[in-house]
């Protein structure tokens, strides 16, 4: 009887570990899953636009901007939240700009023309950094180079991860593009 229950001790380890290993791979193929999606030649292999990138984020209480990066952690260096203009604007414009993203929710701002003003600035003041504006006044996003004065992106809040993700890889692009004097 004795061998009996460590013949079952024994398959009940086996099954285990190959639940474990199972588990294991279908997280490694998740994985490897999403960075193909994310690298595909047909969507324009976007993954390396955002790789490494230090996000500073300027929210609204309870707007979910950060929220919905969640999802990028493993693509982005580091996430940053701020919720006081002050504070987010004085380290965007000190950051090397190479290696981040502002994303800014300009509904914290007031009147649009002070947030236009302040973005204007500074571009000027760290011209290389990627910009995304949010707001929940804008009609659609805008990944377009019209407004690379003032943003590399604009987005429509609330906002899914997809679009948060999508408008991101977009900025990143279009700052190489602004960069090479591409932009309007």
């Known amino acids: 009887m004795g061998t ?8 009940s380890a086996e099954v285990h570990f190959l639940r474990t290993r199972r588990g294991a791979a279908a997280q490694a193929e998740q994985a490897f899953a999403t960075y193909d999606s994310l690298t595909d030649l047909a969507t324009g292999g976007r ?4 790789w490494d990138l230090d996000l500073f984020i ?8 950060a929220d919905q ?3 990028l952690g493993d693509w982005v ?6 919720g006081q203009v002050r504070d987010a604007l004085r380290i965007a ?3 090397d700009g190479d290696g981040a993203a502002f ?27 990627t910009i995304i504006v949010l707001s929940s006044d804008f009609v659609r996003d805008d990944t377009s180079l ?39």
């Open 4 to 11: 009996r229950c460590k013949e079952r001790w024994t398959e």
């Open 47 to 50: 993954a390396p636009e955002i």
């Open 58 to 65: 300027l929210q609204a209480p309870r707007d979910g901007i």
């Open 69 to 71: 990066l969640g999802r």
């Open 77 to 82: 260096a580091s996430v940053t939240v701020f």
């Open 93 to 95: 414009e000190r950051v």
């Open 103 to 129: 994303l800014v929710n300009i509904d914290v701002f007031g009147p649009l023309e002070q947030a236009v003003d302040v973005l204007l600035s500074l571009r000027r003041t760290n011209p290389s950094l």
């Open 146 to 184: 019209e407004r690379s004065a003032i943003t590399d992106a604009s987005l429509r809040l609330p906002c899914t991860p997809e679009r948060m993700r999508d408008g991101l890889f977009c900025a990143a692009e279009n700052t190489k593009l602004r960069q090479m004097g591409l932009a309007l």
